[in-house]
C-alpha cells in the first residue's frame, strides 16, 4: 500500500468490481491522481460470478483470489484500506469517517463514490432462528457456507432464480443432493417464459435436482439426523445446509443516512451523480433510469463513464441491452429479459432444449429474447435488435 493518506481526489468505498474497475479506469486516464479505496472486507480481488460455477471449475475460496488488497494497491498505485468500514458521510466537510483496525479517523475527499453494493434480500421463516439459512453474496461467505458443508451434503436452496439455479447445478455435478423451492411456477420465472423454463427444470431434473416449485416454507426444524424444511403443502424435505438465494437489496444505508436520494438504489443521473453532485455511485447499489442493474456489464460501462467525468470529461452512461449468460451447464441459457411491466408477448421456436423465445412489443418491436441450448448462438444477432437500456 502507498503511504497513508488522509486526503484523496477520489475516494471509493467499496473493492468489489465496481469499485476497482473504477480505480483501474482513473488510473488508466491519469498516472498521479490520488485515489484511495476503503473496503470493509479484506479488499481481495475476486471475480464474483464464479462463486456460483466454482465446483465445476474446480475452485475453491482460496483459489478465487486473484489479488490481495496489497497486490492491487501496488498495480495501480493506489491506497487500499481493508477492513475500513465508512461509518458517516458529512458532505459539508467532503469527509468520511472510517473505523479499521487502526482505529477511527476522517478521510477528505474532492469526489466520492459509493461502490458498497447490495445485501441479500432478508429470509425469515418460521424456526430460521434455529436453523442457519445463510445466503451467499461474497467471497467471505461463501468461504463460511463451503467450510460447513459436509461431503454429500443434503442441500436446500431457497429461490430458483439466477443464482439459486446455478447453485444447484454446481452442488449437484459436485455430487451433492439438492432441493429446490419456490413459489414461483418454474425457475427463472422473471426471466424466462413458462415454457423454457420447465426446459431449465427438465435439465436440471436429469441431474438430479428435485423441485418444490409453487410453494414456500411453511417453518424449519432441526432434527437429530440434520434439519427439515415443511413446505405450505405439507410436505417434509430433509436436509443439512440451506443456501438462500432470493434476490438483493441495494446497499442504501450509507447513503441515506447522509441525506442523498435513494430508492430502490442510490439515485444517480446520467453522469452517476447522487443528489449531492460531489458525490457518485455505481453497481449493485446504484440506482439509473433504466433502474438497478446487479450485473457485471453495467459496472463496467458505468466505471468507463465516470472515470472520464472524473478526469473533466462529463461522459453520460449509455447502455446496450443486457444479455446475461445462466451458468447451468446443464442447459446453455441466455436471458435478455423485457423490462418489467412492459406490454407484449413470447414468440418461441424450437424444440428439445434447443429453444428460442422472443418477446414482442405491441408495435411488433423485439423487447426481449431468451436462449436454450444451440440458440444461444444466436446472442450477438438478436442483442443487436435490442433497443438500448440507456442512450448518452
Ligand atoms: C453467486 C453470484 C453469481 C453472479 N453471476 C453473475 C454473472 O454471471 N454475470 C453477471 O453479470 N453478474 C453476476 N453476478 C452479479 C455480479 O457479481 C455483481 O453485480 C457485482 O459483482 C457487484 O459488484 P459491486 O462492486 O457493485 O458490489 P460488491 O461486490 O458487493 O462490493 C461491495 C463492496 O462494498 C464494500 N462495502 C459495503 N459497505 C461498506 C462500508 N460501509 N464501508 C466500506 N466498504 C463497504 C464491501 O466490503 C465490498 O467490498 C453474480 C452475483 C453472485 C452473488
Redesign the pocket.
Known sequence: MTADQTHADTLI????????TLARELRTLDPETRITV????D?AVY??????NAFKQGKTPDTLVQKSAEQMAAELNIEVRPF????TIDRVAKAVS?EGAEGQGLITYTHLVL????NPRPYTVDGSDEVALPA???LAD?GRWRANLKDGARVLIVGAG??GV??ANDLAVAGYSVTLVDPAPKPLSRLLPDELGQVMQDALTDQGITFYMGRTIARVAQGSHGNTATLDDGTSIAFDTALTAIG?VA?TQ?AQSAGLEVGRGIRVDALLRTSDPNVFA????AETDAGVL????P?MGAARALAKTLMGTPTPLSLPALA????TPALPTVVCPPSPGVEGRWVLEGQGQNRRAVFIGQAGEQLGFALTGSETKARQSLSREMPDLLAA
Open positions: 468505498i467499496g473493492s468489489g468490481m465496481a469499485g476497482y476503503l473496503s470493509a472486507d479488499g471475480s464474483k460470478p464464479m462463486i456460483s475500513n468500514r465508512v461509518h472510517v461502490a458498497v453494493g447490495a451467499v453474496n461474497s461463501y439466477l443464482i446455478e447453485f438483493l446497499n450509507l455505481l453497481g449493485d447499489c446487479p450485473f457485471i456489464l459496472l446475461v449468460t445462466v451458468k
